[in-house]
């Protein structure tokens, strides 16, 4: 985990595996960020958070470049019948870290397709 900070903001990214511990890290990802966001806000330090759903990563991926079989059912399952492409995230943390929000501080960006919306 590697945080990116250049006096205005920061970035730290984590991740888990299996749904109990995805949720968990979740719900603690938030609490952190939004204490943080209410800590620090007054400082002009602005602190979100982006929510990915299933983004097209090698590690969805076999050797051959395929899909793992696993990976069909839950692209059907996004609303959206696809999922996210790395530079769909990375638009978005740049959003976040540009001057275009400024006034955003706090928030649980969510960059899934609407799944999270079912």
Known sequence: MT????GKRALVTGGGTGI?????????????????A???????IRVNAVCPALVDTPLIHDTDGNLFDYITPLIAAHPMGRIAQPEEIADAIIWLCSDKSSYV????????GRYTAQ
């Open 105 to 112: 501080t706090g928030a649980a960006l969510p960059v899934d």
């Open 3 to 6: 945080p990116l900070f250049d």
């Open 38 to 44: 209410l800590e620090y806000a007054a400082d002009g």
């Open 20 to 36: 109990g511990r995805v949720t968990a890290l979740a719900l603690a990802t938030q609490g952190c960020f939004r204490s943080a």
